[in-house]
């Protein structure tokens, strides 16, 4: 994993933190644009992750760690709050490579 408070500064994490206070989700995503001066341009933030496995193909190798390591936080996320609720068992699973 990358050291994306590192990799953002500290004005781009602040901005991004008071956007999570606000949203007030368990996960979320965020589209935005970084400035030179470490300014967040917001696009979107919502609740929609839209984590899509990748193929097995090799032109995916890139990506497919940081892929299915955020499609296993969601899992992850999901039980822990499901299994939160009162008389309520679950196991979430990532969805499955095509």
Partial sequence: MIDIAGVLGPRAMQ???????VLD???AES????????SVLLFEA????GGVPTGTEPVWDYRRAAI???LQAQS?????LVRRAPNRR???TPPRRP
Avoid: M
Avoid at 76 to 80: C, E, P, S, V, Y
């Fill in 15 to 21: 901005a991004l933190t008071e956007v999570a206070a």
């Fill in 25 to 27: 989700l368990q996960y």
């Fill in 31 to 38: 589209d935005f644009a970084l400035s030179p001066d470490g």
């Fill in 46 to 49: 919502n609740a929609t992750i």
């Fill in 68 to 70: 299915d390591a955020a």
């Fill in 76 to 80: 992850d996320a999901l039980t822990r």
């Fill in 90 to 92: 679950a196991t979430c």
